[in-house]
């Protein structure tokens, strides 16, 4: 008898510390209504902490050659509930600016929905080094907006960290609109091509 191939195990260290950062998320909405100064500084540490593990868990998955289809999954969506629910409570706060943040959002629904129909087609959008860029500016313009008014408990001024982190999320939603461009025209670049070929298949058949 054929006996069957064992399935790949789902919980493996890479996969494991995505789900932590999903886990992490109403910890850190729980932190961050906290009624004491310092648990802005608490929430911000959770973030980043949260941020950093994405790095971290590819880097594991390349270097333990543990890659799946369920960490391609999980990650990205990991990551996106981080950053959603990041913006939303600093935009209900006060702290973040709501236009960055919806252009951010939209960026993030729109080239998700681009990448889920063209892995349809078997296709692949590669990681640019903008976005990579969008994404490391994203993540410290969130950090520095959640450490707040809890700066000037470290002796830091708040309106110089509120200001700037406004400033850096206005780049990131910048830098958004600009990769976003970017994998629009590649996306339907493909699309274009896969129709072409399907038409050009179907006319060599008749």
Request: hydrophobic content about 60%; aromatic content about 6%; some cysteine.
């Amino acid at each position: 008898t054929l006996s069957m191939p064992k399935p790949a195990p789902i919980l493996t260290l890479p996969n494991i510390l995505p789900l932590i950062r999903v886990a992490a998320l109403p910890v850190l909405v729980a932190v961050f209504c906290l009624p004491f100064w310092w648990s802005d500084l608490l929430a911000a540490a959770l973030f980043l902490a949260a941020g950093l593990t994405d790095w971290l868990d590819g880097f594991l998955a390349r270097k333990l050659a543990q890659t799946s289809e369920f960490g391609r999954f999980l990650d990205p969506v990991a990551d996106k509930l981080l950053v959603a629910a990041a913006l939303i409570m600093l935009v209900a706060d006060g702290r973040a600016p709501a236009i960055a943040a919806l252009i951010i959002l939209c960026r993030e629904i729109l080239i998700s929905s681009l990448r889920e129909f063209l892995a349809r087609e078997a296709l692949k959008l590669p990681v640019t080094m903008l976005a990579k860029i969008k994404t490391a500016t994203q993540m410290l313009a969130l950090s520095v907006l959640l450490v707040g008014d809890a700066a000037t408990g470290i002796g830091l001024s708040a309106k110089l960290m509120l200001d700037g982190g406004a400033w850096l999320l206005w780049l990131a939603a910048v830098l958004s609109v600009a990769s976003g461009w970017g994998y629009a025209r590649h996306g339907i670049s493909m699309m274009l091509a896969t129709d072409k070929d399907k038409n050009s298949k179907g006319v060599a058949d008749k």
